[in-house]
């Protein structure tokens, strides 16, 4: 049977469309299917990015603050909105804190042994990146204050950490 364009139905295929139209359309399903995987993949490289940057960004801070006589400012950083608490802590002293705290240290109790004082908690979403260690920082004091560990919450992402350094102190504390 032919159309009225002069085709042969048989060449329509199943759906009444030519092969050319099916081709076509599997061709864009695949191109938006892979924009979707590069987009998702791009989204977790900047949380990992988040991390590295504010990891980085404090160090500097505090590096200013320990080389200075006196200092006393509040750090803002950027987290991934899925980080809840940073945490700092000595692993090689007993779990202090009680409530919320102390769940999350007993929970970082699996890192005891690993050179760090800062942990992101949960560690799940720090990209492998939940431990690190931060010098120049009186961990003595900030757990002896507060209790071990000290967490500080993140909110939607955004963290304040008060830092501190008094005439005579050679470390420098966080609050």
Not at 7 to 32: D, N, R
Not at 45 to 70: H, P, R
Request: charged share 20%; with cysteine.
């Amino acid at each position: 049977m032919i159309n009225k364009k002069g085709k042969s139905k048989k060449a329509e295929g199943v759906f009444g469309m030519g092969f050319g139209m099916i081709f076509s359309i599997i061709l864009i399903v695949f191109f938006l299917v892979v924009a979707f995987i590069a987009i998702k993949s791009f989204l977790g490289t900047q949380k990992c990015a988040q991390v590295g940057i504010f990891k980085d960004n404090f160090q500097t801070e505090i590096d200013k603050a320990w080389n200075s006589q006196k200092s006393d400012f509040e750090f803002k950083g950027r987290l991934p909105t899925q980080i809840k608490y940073a945490c700092f802590t000595d692993l090689s002293k007993p779990i202090t804190a009680t409530g919320t705290s102390g769940n999350i240290g007993r929970e970082l109790g699996v890192y005891q042994g690993e050179l760090a004082n800062l942990f992101l908690y949960p560690v799940e979403s720090a990209c492998e990146m939940a431990y690190h260690e931060i010098s120049h920082l009186d961990i003595d004091r900030i757990i002896s204050s507060s209790k071990n560990p000290y967490c500080i919450p993140v909110d939607s992402g955004n963290i304040n950490i008060q830092i501190k350094k008094d005439f005579g102190d050679k470390l420098v504390s966080i609050s």
